[in-house]
C-alpha cells in the first residue's frame, strides 16, 4: 500500500472449507466467521501502525444464492472510490 497508495484491496470471505469455530461463534456461517476474524485481525494491525490512514470496509451482500462478506481495504482520500464499488455491488447483488 505504501508504493500504491491509491490502490483497493478486494478480499472476499468464502465458504470453501468449513472451519472450526468456538462455542461462542457456533452459530456464524464459514464466510460471516472470517469476516470478523480479518476485521479482528485488521484493526489489530492498525492500531500498531498509528499513521496508518487505511480503512477497512465491509460489504455485505445476500443473494437467493447466500451471503457474502467482502472487504475493501483502501486509504481514507479513496474512499469515494470505495463507495462507488460498493454501489455497485449492491447493483450485481439484485440481478
Known sequence: MLEHPDAVLYFYCDDMHEINKTNKHIDYSPQLYRSK???TL???ELQKQHD???RNNVKVITT?????Y???VTAEK???VVEHIQEQLEILGRK
Open 52 to 54: 496508518s490512514n487505511l
Open 78 to 80: 479513496n474512499q469515494h
Open 37 to 39: 476474524l480479518f476485521s
Open 42 to 44: 485488521f484493526d489489530r
Open 64 to 68: 437467493p444464492d447466500g451471503t457474502a
Open 70 to 72: 467482502i472487504h475493501l
